[in-house]
């Protein structure tokens, strides 16, 4: 039962430390200029357990509020790093974007939860790479364009509320070792413009209600035991 990122409890001032950052009411956070941020495990837990799925999460970086968009933006080679149990949420109906050759980079069991939209481009990386990591998408497109190269390990990725999945502009994804991806409530998975995601080593991609439509000069690439 994946709860809904609304039913999110927001952080008190009380229970913030160095182990997390909270910005709320239509605020943002920008990185530039080969900028980094990593979020530690060894932090406070920010979040009750009972509160996704029963994870305790370490370190966090939160944007946004339940009614307030929230911006987050990765340009000029910036990299954020998620270590272990750690948890990044952009809050109502808010926008991750990442460009400039940056990158996302999630490590075991991290999250990575946006209530809005998601938007890799410009040669960047979105790299769910850690054993159980998770990708939780609401209401809005999961984008990949501009020569994007990203990759899901051993991750669990779910759409809801319409949000789609769309490829073009030369961007790969590919989906290995079991990883397991899921577009439901009516998205879609939308390849084109030389766009390729590729399916390796048991893992799965389910369209439910939605549709798939891949154009000619892109393409959908399967191992065996791959669906």
Known sequence: ??????????????????????????????????????????????FSSSSYDGASLAANLGVGGASDPGELNLFDQSVLRSSANSLTLVRGDGRFTLSDSSQYIADESAVLAVDGAIEVDDDAALNMNGTDTQLIVIGGDVSFAGRSTSSMNSSLALLRDGGSLVLSESSRVTLNYEARLFILDGGNLTLRDNALLCLLNNSVV?????????????????????S
């Open 1 to 46: 039962d994946h709860r809904d990122l609304h039913s999110f409890p927001t952080r008190r001032s009380s229970d913030l430390n160095n182990a997390s950052i909270n910005v709320a009411s239509q605020g943002s956070v920008e990185l530039r200029d080969n900028a980094r941020i990593t979020l530690l495990a060894d932090g406070v837990t920010a």
């Open 206 to 226: 389910e369209v439910s209600e939605g549709e798939v439509s891949v154009a000619a000069n892109a393409a959908i690439k399967l191992t065996p035991g791959a």
